[in-house]
């Protein structure tokens, strides 16, 4: 690693002062705060800090922090790896996480959607993996097809490599201006923001038992994927024609998606999937994420869901009925402000089991699903509603974001 200037380095040590403090006074983990006080001292702190290393960025509206984890697993058998293991994925938690493991020659960041451009273009990053993009926070962010024209820009521009989802058509039209690109069929379960044609506004013709799509009107359609995560079973084939079995403790289709992309990406560092396997099966949880705790006498387990895809795939891992369920969503500035996006989620598939609801928005959650016909029953916050159900069970818990880190927070942030 090259010898960074002396301002940044003392930019960086005074914000690995800051994140410390933040977590020895109970504040926070320090990821954003420290990333913050290094670049108010260097503004171009993100830059050197990310030089000379084989950087990887991971950007998505779902499955960012998990495919993070999972890649960071797998470059691992290659060296030290810096990464922003708790989702802070702007670039203050950037600077933290580099900053943090200022010797690491390899970096994987999760980088929030809306500022992927100002990432790669700031970094200089060797491979960005995207996995898919829906609608979330309609009131922060742009609408997906402008998020998916940046990209598209922002690829234009650099000599990067793309390992993306060949099965989300707007991932596929903004990474195909990329000067190279591995295609991986990784699914897409949720589909309601991609039936129009990005290119000519044409319908997309698809199939519900097939993950291939083309547009009606020109010729924009599915590219051939490389690699390809069969459908229904926990396979995932390699450019060669090999099958290798995932096997990973983290449950759920939109796990196995996760995991085929974190293969393509160590293939793309000389790694290949017989030497990482391994490495990805060893991961269990993600930032609290699929963690059971135990709280008097019950097992709960934490699933975190901030849109409509999200749920859909939580509700995916859920144990089977009459296991109860516990639903806390928030509205807050990480959450968005809006709640409306409830109205898009198909709460029916929660019917015969036990429903909590809790949270800062407990009462927009409530006439949803009274409208959707689920019984259920209001709480004050998850020891209430736990404290209403049977002793010495399971108990789901879904979340949304500032609603999860203040359980995790009150369970000891588990990880």
Same mark, same amino acid.
């Given at each position: 690693?090259?010898?960074?200037?002396?301002?940044?380095q003392l930019?960086?040590?005074?914000?690995?002062?800051?994140?410390?403090?933040?977590?020895?006074?109970?504040?926070?983990?320090?990821?954003?705060?420290?990333?913050?006080?290094?670049?108010?001292?260097e503004?171009?702190?993100?830059?050197?800090?990310?030089?000379?290393?084989?950087?990887?960025?991971v950007?998505?509206?779902n499955?960012?922090?998990?495919?993070?984890r999972?890649?960071?697993?797998?470059?691992?058998?290659?060296?030290?790896?810096a990464?922003?293991?708790f989702?802070?994925?702007m670039? *203050?938690?950037?600077?933290?996480?580099?900053?943090?493991? *200022?010797?690491?020659?390899?970096a994987?960041?999760?980088?929030?959607?809306?500022?992927?451009?100002?990432v790669?273009?700031?970094?200089?990053? &060797?491979?960005v993996?995207?996995?898919?993009?829906s609608?979330?926070?309609?009131? +922060?962010?742009?609408?997906?097809?402008?998020?998916?024209?940046k990209?598209?820009?922002?690829?234009a521009?650099?000599?990067?490599?793309?390992?993306?989802?060949?099965?989300?058509?707007?991932?596929?039209?903004? *990474?195909?201006?990329?000067?190279?690109?591995?295609?991986?069929a990784?699914?897409?379960?949720?589909?309601?923001d991609s039936?129009c044609?990005?290119?000519?506004?044409?319908?997309?013709d698809?199939?519900?038992d097939?993950?291939?799509?083309?547009?009606r009107e020109?010729?924009?359609?599915?590219?051939?994927?490389?690699?390809?995560l069969?459908?229904d079973?926990?396979?995932?084939?390699?450019?060669?024609?090999?099958?290798?079995?995932l096997?990973?403790?983290l449950?759920?289709?939109?796990?196995?998606?996760?995991?085929?992309i974190?293969l393509?990406?160590a293939?793309?560092?000389?790694?290949?999937p017989?030497r990482?396997?391994? +490495?990805?099966?060893?991961v269990?949880?993600?930032?609290?994420r699929y963690? &059971?705790?135990? %709280?008097?006498?019950?097992?709960?387990?934490l699933?975190? *869901?901030?849109?409509?895809a999200?749920?859909l795939?939580?509700?995916?891992?859920?144990?089977p009925?009459?296991?109860?369920?516990?639903?806390?969503v928030?509205?807050?500035?990480?959450?968005?402000?809006?709640?409306?996006?409830?109205?898009?989620v198909?709460?029916?598939?929660?019917?015969? %089991?036990?429903?909590r609801?809790?949270?800062?928005?407990?009462?927009?959650l409530a006439l949803?699903?009274?409208?959707?016909?689920?019984?259920?029953?209001?709480? %004050?916050?998850?020891?209430?509603?736990?404290?209403?159900?049977?002793v010495?069970?399971?108990?789901?818990?879904?979340?949304?974001?500032?609603?999860?880190?203040?359980i995790?927070?009150?369970f000891?942030r588990?990880?």
């Open positions: 690693m090259t010898q960074l200037p002396l301002r940044a930019a960086a040590a005074l914000g690995r002062t800051a994140a410390a403090l933040s977590r020895a006074t109970g504040r926070g983990d320090g990821s954003v705060i420290g990333g913050r006080i290094g670049l108010v001292f503004p171009d702190l993100l830059r050197q800090l990310a030089a000379d290393r084989k950087l990887v960025l950007s998505a509206t499955g960012k922090t998990t495919t993070t999972l890649i960071t697993s797998a470059l691992a058998e290659l060296g030290g790896v990464t922003n293991a989702g802070a994925n670039p *203050a938690g950037h600077v933290s996480a580099l900053a943090e493991d *200022a010797e690491a020659p390899y994987v960041l999760e980088v929030d959607e809306k500022y992927l451009p100002e790669l273009n700031t970094t200089g990053a &060797s491979v993996c995207l996995l898919n993009l609608r979330d926070q309609m009131d +922060r962010a742009a609408e997906i097809w402008l998020l998916a024209q990209w598209r820009n922002a690829f521009e650099v000599r990067t490599h793309v390992i993306a989802n060949a099965d989300d058509p707007l991932v596929t039209w903004a *990474a195909s201006t990329a000067s190279s690109v591995t295609w991986v990784a699914g897409q379960r949720w589909r309601d039936w044609c990005p290119v000519c506004g044409g319908p997309l698809r199939r519900d097939d993950a291939d799509w083309a547009c020109c010729t924009f359609r599915r590219p051939e994927p490389t690699w390809v069969m459908e079973h926990d396979l995932v084939v390699d450019p060669r024609g090999a099958r290798w079995a096997e990973l403790r449950p759920g289709r939109a796990n196995q998606a996760n995991g085929a974190a393509a990406t293939e793309a560092f000389g790694l290949p017989a990482v396997l391994g +490495r990805l099966r060893d269990r949880s993600v930032a609290g963690t &059971s705790v135990e %709280r008097d006498n019950r097992e709960i387990r699933l975190l *869901a901030k849109n409509p999200g749920w795939e939580a509700f995916g891992v859920l144990d009925p009459p296991v109860p369920v516990i639903l806390a928030n509205a807050q500035g990480p959450d968005g402000r809006d709640t409306s996006w409830l109205w898009d198909d709460y029916r598939v929660l019917r015969g %089991r036990p429903v609801v809790t949270g800062e928005r407990r009462l927009d949803r699903l009274d409208i959707a016909g689920v019984p259920f029953e209001l709480a %004050r916050d998850v020891d209430d509603a736990a404290a209403t159900l049977p010495g069970g399971k108990v789901d818990v879904i979340a949304n974001y500032t609603a999860f880190q203040q995790r927070a009150e000891g588990a990880v």
